[in-house]
């Protein structure tokens, strides 16, 4: 099993004090910290290897594209995506869904239908309302229900022969609940629709097969799997990242340009225009190095310890009522106090150095479903334990008898 205590003197920012407290980090669902060995990869970088990469014949730019293409090279195996041509380097989850949804109208034409799910983060809704807009396609929801699962006889009702795209999360930032993709997948495949699974929630948290799931698209967020911000990826079958057209134009992403035509680059190249983010792809492959160390199925059998510890001492909280209880979630608690606003109790728990997120988690649709504000959110990491549990229960304690 895991030992917590190594682990924790890995990541510097946890031995800080927020308002004269030590520090209980729970927004771990916004973004993950990082280990010393992401932030010394960046200083390492900037420090030995910074060149521009894929461009010059100099020796610092052969090996800052070395360590690129080798940290791709990990991205790659660490979610069993079958070649490098298809894991591409994007500046974060909600680039690579605008990368897809910005092309996608070649495989979504006027009169055609992308469904979407009720539980959407903002970024997994706002470009495809965008796409229909443009193309003249209509906008379908897969319903939730009240335990925070998808309506999964609803799902394959709304299934027709219209379906040109349906996009869910993997995991539901605003509840944790796992959505069951497979499934999602396999129906839309029987109407030949493509799928794009927004895995920004899973990509740290749990081991990620995409050969397995199996869908056409399948995005990633850095910053969430203990890796820097500014850097994630995008998956897709060859297939599909062939049909679909270039994002951006630029340097990089062409075979030959003169003023007549321009032919693109290959995979992946074709949709990673200018010069990325070099420093950032090199420590995600550090992350995902670390993550290995530490071992996905460890660290999903851990984080689900908290969330089982967690769920019943937030429960014992006369008044808490949690959003999306079920078994099969990830360590995200999204819960409130009856008659209290979480923004109040969540002002409160940061004076005593507890960080948990309050408001609508970017899914306000998810927020109007239960007629609701916002919720307090919890969100776990393998580098967290149960006493910081127990003292956000307590300060939680302390809050409610100072409001009500
Ligand atoms: C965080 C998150 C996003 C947005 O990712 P960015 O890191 O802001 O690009 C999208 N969907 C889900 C489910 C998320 O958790």
């Known amino acids: 099993m895991l030992d917590i205590k190594k682990i924790r003197a890995d990541f510097p920012i946890l031995n800080r004090e927020v308002n004269g407290h030590p520090l209980v980090y729970f927004d771990n669902a916004a973004t993950s910290q990082k280990p010393s060995q992401v932030i010394d990869k960046i ?52 680039h690579s869904i605008n990368a897809v949804a910005s092309g996608a109208h070649v495989f979504v034409k006027k009169g055609d239908e992308v469904i979407v799910s009720a539980v959407e983060h903002h970024s997994n809704i706002v470009p495809w309302q965008m796409l229909c807009e443009r193309v003249g396609a209509h906008l379908r929801v897969i319903p939730v229900l009240d335990n925070g ?58 081991k990620v097969d995409v050969q397995d799931i199996n869908a056409d698209f399948y995005t990633m967020a850095g910053h969430k799997m203990c890796g820097p911000t500014g850097i994630g990826l995008l998956y897709g079958t ?19 340009v003169t003023f007549e035509h321009t ?94 997120r309050t408001g609508h988690h970017c899914a306000q649709p998810v927020m109007d479903r239960y007629q609701i504000a916002g919720t307090i959110r919890a969100s776990f990491a393998f580098y967290n334990t149960k006493e910081e549990i127990d003292v956000m229960v307590q300060a939680l304690q302390r809050a409610v008898n100072m409001l009500s």
């Open 238 to 256: 060859e297939e599909a990242l062939n049909e679909l057209p270039p994002y951006q134009g630029g340097g990089e992403m062409i075979d030959q």
């Open 263 to 356: 032919t693109y680059a290959g995979l992946p190249h074709k949709f990673e225009a200018g010069t990325p983010n070099i420093a950032g792809g090199i420590a995600l492959g550090a992350a995902v190095d670390y993550l290995n160390e530490v071992g996905m199925d460890n660290i999903a059998a851990y984080e689900n310890e908290l969330l089982v510890y967690g769920t019943e001492q937030i429960k014992s909280i006369p008044g808490a009522v949690i959003y999306g209880d079920v078994t099969d979630k990830a360590a995200v608690i999204s819960f409130n106090v009856e008659g209290l606003h979480p923004y109040d109790l969540g002002t409160i728990i940061d004076k005593l150095g507890i960080a948990v």
């Open 43 to 94: 200083v390492e970088y900037y420090t030995m290897y910074n060149a521009n990469i894929h461009r010059g014949v100099h020796a610092l730019s052969q090996e800052a594209t070395d360590l690129f293409e080798a940290s791709r090279e990990k991205c790659r195996a660490f979610f069993n995506i079958p070649t490098a041509r298809q894991c591409i380097f994007t500046s974060g989850n909600t």
């Open 149 to 206: 699962q998808l309506d999964m006889k609803a799902y394959h009702e709304l299934l027709n022969p219209k379906t040109a795209f349906v996009v869910v999360n993997h995991i539901s930032n605003a509840l944790g609940v796992t959505n069951p993709v497979k499934e999602i997948v396999a129906g839309a495949h029987k109407y030949q629709a493509k799928v794009l699974i927004d895995g920004a929630q899973s990509c740290g948290h749990m």
